[in-house]
């Protein structure tokens, strides 16, 4: 049977002695046992009945994961997860990054809901500050102004103001909104707005 690769890396480090570390890949295949692994952090502290650990280090094709997962465990959910990411492509992984950001997180059933809510979002490549998105809305008719003017509008401001009044977060690569927040989308038209 053919090994699967790793989505997700997850570095844990026991807080008392942060020598002790551990590297948990997901999903978790038949035979790993998270928990099992997990003992190597309580080396030196055998006798407590509890050891605290944090999550050190990840590595994921979601760039902002680390953040939004626990450190108390929760290896099958986590696992889970590492399934719904291993079938998105580059776009959706985008997509899902920019929802962390734009929803409220909490859990690890906040995260893996929001991995199933892709379709709730827009993914706009290349709008990647208030700048361009501001641009985006005027050219777009989001906001109407003559086209005399838009030379002298302050595109940075616009795009700031649409911002904070809508559900969206920036990514490396573009802008994630809900699809309800009424941004239309014209994916073949330009994206941004040349200044003179």
């Known amino acids: 049977m053919e090994e699967r690769k790793p989505i997700l890396k997850i570095l844990y480090e026991n807080t008392e002695k942060p020598v002790n570390q551990i590297w948990l890949t997901f999903p978790l295949s038949g035979r790993d046992r998270a928990e099992q692994k997990m003992l190597a952090l309580t080396k030196g502290h055998e006798k407590e009945s509890s050891i605290s650990f944090r999550i050190a280090r990840v590595e994921s094709p979601i760039p902002n994961l680390g953040q939004y997962l626990p450190a108390d465990g ?51 490549s ?8 501001g641009g985006y809305v005027v050219e777009n008719g989001l906001l109407s102004f003559p086209r005399e003017v838009w030379p002298y ?3 940075p401001g616009i795009g700031e103001e649409y911002y904070a009044s809508h559900s969206c977060a920036y990514t490396g690569a573009g802008l994630v909104v809900r699809k309800d927040e009424e941004l239309t989308l014209e994916t073949g038209q330009s994206q941004g707005i040349q200044m003179q």
Do not use: N, P
């Not at 959910?77 to 899902?96: H, V, W």
């Not at 290349?126 to 998105?133: A, D, F, K, P, V």
């Open 74 to 124: 929760w290896f099958q959910e986590i696992s889970r997860l590492a399934e719904k990411i291993e079938g998105m492509d580059r776009e959706e992984q985008m997509k899902f990054s920019g929802i962390l950001d734009c929803c409220s997180i909490s859990t690890i059933e906040d995260v893996l809901q929001a991995a199933d809510s892709l379709f709730l979002y827009d993914y706009l």
């Open 126 to 133: 290349g709008i990647t500050c208030s700048r361009e998105l």
């Open 153 to 155: 509008l302050d595109y």
